[in-house]
């Protein structure tokens, strides 16, 4: 595994800068539940977003979305259905965990260490689980990670990497952020032009704070309508040091969202 992973690593400062910009369109089904509950919950909005008129909450959302390098993100959303339409608050709940540069050594402000980092191997042991050979050709490497010591900034889970040119395929990552523990799964795309963007993602997070439990699940996928490669000649150049980390690099427009409730 270790051997594995310090390729991936190398790899990651240039699949960290290869897109430039994208256009795509991302749909998103959300659920929320409202597991346990006691009278603090009157507070819980200023640690979290939750809406404590509706138990369970079932919604869709469609975002025009908009990348351009180096951590400017716009999403811009369309349409709004569901049970009960999400706040702003519930909309940058998600936002914030699929506004991910899975190359980055750093992602949700900072606040966790990647296991693609330079500094990878002082935080985590790695492990090859197994290699499968998928879609007759494509031979996918599944790495375990574990953090040496337990850190809310540390992260465990699996990485999909794909041999000879160690891009990842997939991820599927547990930790704690903010109030919230998370499982992400996300897969990435496999042609040239996508190769590092994602194509698919599950997130399911849990809130446990003042005797209270709320679970959120979100299912969503994405519809690249354009997307800019970084080269030579259009490869932006930083007289500063760049920060790929981009989870915090983002707008959020709905003033005009058509509301569909059922």
């Known amino acids: 595994g270790d051997s594995i992973m310090r390729l991936v ?15 795509a369109e991302i749909y998103i089904k959300g659920k929320s539940e409202i597991l346990k509950q006691n009278f603090l919950m009157r507070f819980a909005h200023h640690l ?44 940058k709940e998600v936002l914030t965990f ?12 900072e606040g966790i260490i ?25 031979k996918v490497h599944k ?14 889970g699996y990485l999909y990497i794909i041999d000879q040119n160690w891009r990842i395929d997939k991820i599927d990552v547990n930790g704690r952020f903010s109030f919230a523990e998370f499982n992400l799964v996300m897969s990435f795309g496999r042609n040239h032009s996508d190769l590092i963007l994602p194509q698919k993602a599950d997130l399911f997070l849990r809130y446990n704070v ?26 932006t150049t930083h007289k500063k040091k760049t920060n790929y980390d981009l989870t915090a690099y ?3 427009s709905s003033n005009t969202v058509p509301i569909i409730q059922d």
Not at 143 to 156: A, E, G, N, Y
Not at 210 to 235: E, P, R
């Open 9 to 23: 690593i190398q790899r990651a400062d240039t699949y960290k800068t290869a897109v430039s910009q994208y256009n």
């Open 48 to 91: 979290f977003p939750v809406n404590r008129k509706n138990k369970d909450m079932i919604f869709e959302m469609v975002s025009l979305s908009q990348f351009n390098t180096p951590n400017n993100y716009l999403h811009d959303f369309k349409a709004v259905n569901g049970n009960s339409i999400p706040n702003e608050a519930k909309q």
């Open 98 to 109: 699929l506004n991910l540069n899975v190359y980055s050594p750093t992602i949700y402000n």
């Open 114 to 138: 990647m296991p693609v980092a330079k500094e990878a191997f002082r935080f985590y042991n790695f492990e090859l689980i197994d290699s499968k050979i998928i879609n007759d050709s494509l």
């Open 143 to 156: 790495i375990s990670f574990m953090p040496k010591r337990w850190s809310q900034k540390l992260l465990c």
């Open 210 to 235: 003042l005797g209270n439990a709320i679970t959120s699940t979100y299912h969503t996928s994405f519809n690249y309508k354009t997307i800019v490669l970084n080269t030579g000649k259009n490869k």
């Open 250 to 252: 983002y707008q959020v």
